[in-house]
């Protein structure tokens, strides 16, 4: 089961920190993606971390703006969202997939276990 929180409304510029809670397992054995749809839009990948954490990938639209990170001890998985823009508004979404390999993909259909969602609305 994968929770998410931090969701929140933020003008221009400013910051906001997505949590993902999950089992000690998953984060063990499985790639963690963060995922985002406006509405009217297709959901699109936004950043990844390995299930050891030592490969991660950024869509180029948030590349230097934000950073995935994990935490073992609390089987948390964040996104820190910095200079967030209009643009940037969505429902924002964990999921869980599995690969053999020590990277990850930005492909939602390479995830089989998604979050609730959280919203992120940036707007002045």
């Known amino acids: 089961q994968l929770v998410e929180s931090g969701g929140g409304l933020v003008q221009p510029g400013g910051s906001l920190r997505l949590s993902c809670a999950a089992s000690k397992s998953t984060l063990d054995y499985y790639t963690i993606g963060w995922f985002r749809q406006a509405p009217g839009k297709e959901r699109e990948g936004v950043s990844c971390i390995s299930k050891r954490g030592g490969s991660t990938a950024y869509a180029d639209s948030v590349k230097g703006r934000f950073t995935i990170s994990r935490d073992n001890a609390k089987n948390t998985v964040y996104l820190q969202m910095n200079l967030l823009k209009p643009e940037d508004t969505a429902v924002y979404y964990c999921?869980?997939?599995?690969?053999?390999?020590?990277?990850?993909?930005?492909?939602?259909?390479?995830?089989?276990?998604w979050g609730q969602g959280t919203q992120v609305t940036v707007s002045s």
């Open positions: 999921a869980a997939g599995w690969t053999s390999s020590n990277s990850c993909s930005l492909d939602r259909l390479g995830y089989g276990s």
